[in-house]
């Protein structure tokens, strides 16, 4: 509730600002209008990631550009950039165009209205602003996945071995239990902790991969070619001496993943253990329910009696 009560408020902030940002003059008021479409995107994503600033950062360009000439191109450039992460985390073709769409008309539409109420009273413009700010929000119609199980299931598929198993069951878990809290804060900061080492976990892995492809290729090459890399090159023979720590190093991380993603699952599934014991504990409705079954049933015993 408070992430889509932060996502208005920062969509309304990003839509309402042009006119206080014209008075800045053109340094303070760009400066303004950025950062509050880096909010608006941050707050679509929901992360505070790269693409989301960037797309927050080109979209009150393309806003500013765009103003002038067309108020629906520039609420939808604004709003389908804004929402570009979160576009790209959306599973399915046909659900992603839905996202993209919903993006741009909903900007359009905002767009629009604000301009056609930018002359009406103080109060007019407020529900306006309020009414664009909530058209915006059209794109979260359409599920999107979570940042951490995209992140972690973008890495499996760059990676070889027992890891990429491992990343993707911690994918679904992290789908299956999205937006569920833990008991206590104190759980839930350390299951916050732990899916950030995994993910921390997960891109060394890719980088590491990476590395060894790439000294792999190397002896292939030579092993192609036959001929021995030039003096100070390495080629093959260096690859062959990083790659046999590298590889142990491979084993240390493929393994420090799969605890995480066990030690997770454990905490999740402990959780869910709790409140399933405990809703089966609170038999008050059943106990109810049977008190007022068994008068019933005493009042109709009366009743046939007296007949």
Not at 245 to 272: M, Q
């Amino acid at each position: 509730m408070l992430r889509k009560i932060a996502f208005v408020a920062a969509a309304a902030l990003s839509l309402g600002l042009s006119p206080l940002a014209l008075r800045l003059g053109p340094v303070a008021g760009s400066l303004l209008l950025v950062a509050a479409a880096v909010l608006f995107a941050v707050a679509a994503s929901g992360a505070l990631v790269s693409l989301a600033v960037a797309g927050g950062a080109l979209g009150a360009l393309a806003f500013g550009l765009a103003g002038a000439a067309s108020p629906a191109a520039a609420g939808a450039a604004l709003a389908g950039l804004c929402f570009a992460e979160r576009s790209v985390r959306v599973r399915g073709r046909g659900a992603r165009l839905l996202h993209v769409g919903a993006a741009l008309s909903g900007g359009a539409l905002a767009g629009s209205l604000l301009a056609a109420f930018g002359a009406a009273s103080l109060a007019l413009r407020g529900v306006a602003l309020a009414v664009s700010a909530v058209l915006v929000a059209l794109p979260f119609l359409v599920d999107a996945d979570d940042p951490v199980a995209h992140a972690l299931d973008g890495v499996a598929g760059e990676i070889t071995g027992p890891a990429r198993a491992s990343l993707r069951e911690g994918a679904e878990l992290r789908r299956t239990v999205a937006g569920e809290e833990l008991l206590d804060r104190r759980a839930a900061r350390q299951a916050r902790a732990t899916w950030s080492s995994l993910l921390r976990l997960a891109e060394a892995r890719a980088r590491l991969e990476r590395t060894l492809a790439v000294g792999r290729a190397a002896q292939g090459r030579e092993a192609r070619t036959g001929e021995p890399p030039p003096a100070g090159a390495g080629g093959a023979e260096a690859a062959r001496a990083a790659g046999a720590p590298a590889e142990a190093v491979v084993g240390k991380v493929d393994a420090r993943i799969a605890d995480h993603v066990a030690a997770l699952t454990r905490a999740y599934t402990a959780v869910s253990a709790a409140r399933a014991a405990e809703a089966s504990l609170d038999d008050a409705a059943l106990v109810g329910v049977e008190t007022m079954g068994d008068s019933l049933e005493q009042v109709s015993k009366t009743m046939v009696e007296e007949v």
